[in-house]
């Protein structure tokens, strides 16, 4: 479990600072570091269930990690237009966002919703939900980010994501 969370801690870290310290803040860096960061991080929460005893937790977790690939993909190869690198990059993070909010609802509700376990999966979830939130607003065109500020909103949530996870991996209460 600790392990899995210092990678988690790392790869949103890393994901966080690729987009705040590069030169070029447009959505072409920020695609980049959204799609190693959900590369990662599913690959991580597959590991993680892949481990599990709860049968139902793992089969929910698998499903939804292959859905944000293969929405991923799908997107991916459908958007190839050059002015469709902004929508591409606001439709990823949303699923992601998606995807994160419900494996962490879910994770909250099987931990029991009242222990320190299901308290640090409903604050990532419910960092998960502002972040689709915002991006859902923007897809829909209630409201418009622009390239400097998705790429940054996504930083933020990165980096917010790295903190989480490292002070989880070094609770010494952590218990799963």
């Given amino acids: 479990m600790r392990n899995r969370l210092i990678a988690s801690a790392i790869f949103a870290a890393l994901a966080a600072v690729a987009i705040i310290f ?15 960061f959900a590369t990662a991080q599913v690959a991580i929460e597959v590991l993680g269930a892949l481990k ?7 089969g929910t977790v698998i499903r939804l990690s ?14 190839t237009g050059p002015n469709d690198g ?3 990059l606001t439709m990823n993070v949303a699923i992601i966002a998606y995807a994160f909010f419900a494996i962490e609802g ?19 979830g419910g960092l998960n939900l502002v972040v689709l939130v915002v991006y859902l607003l ?22 917010i994501v790295a903190v989480l996870s490292g002070l989880k991996a070094f609770d010494p209460k952590q218990s799963g």
Avoid: C, W
């Fill in 22 to 36: 590069t030169r070029a803040r447009n959505f072409e860096v920020a695609l980049i570091a959204v799609l190693a």
């Fill in 66 to 79: 292959a859905s944000v690939v293969a929405l991923s993909a799908l997107f991916s190869s459908t958007l």
């Fill in 106 to 124: 879910f994770k909250a509700v099987r931990a029991g919703i009242k222990t320190a376990a299901a308290r640090d999966h409903i604050t990532l």
């Fill in 86 to 88: 902004y929508r591409l």
């Fill in 52 to 58: 599990l005893q709860d049968r139902m937790l793992k």
């Fill in 138 to 159: 923007d897809i829909m065109g209630n409201y418009h980010l622009g390239e400097i500020p998705a790429a940054g909103i996504f930083a933020a949530y990165a980096a």
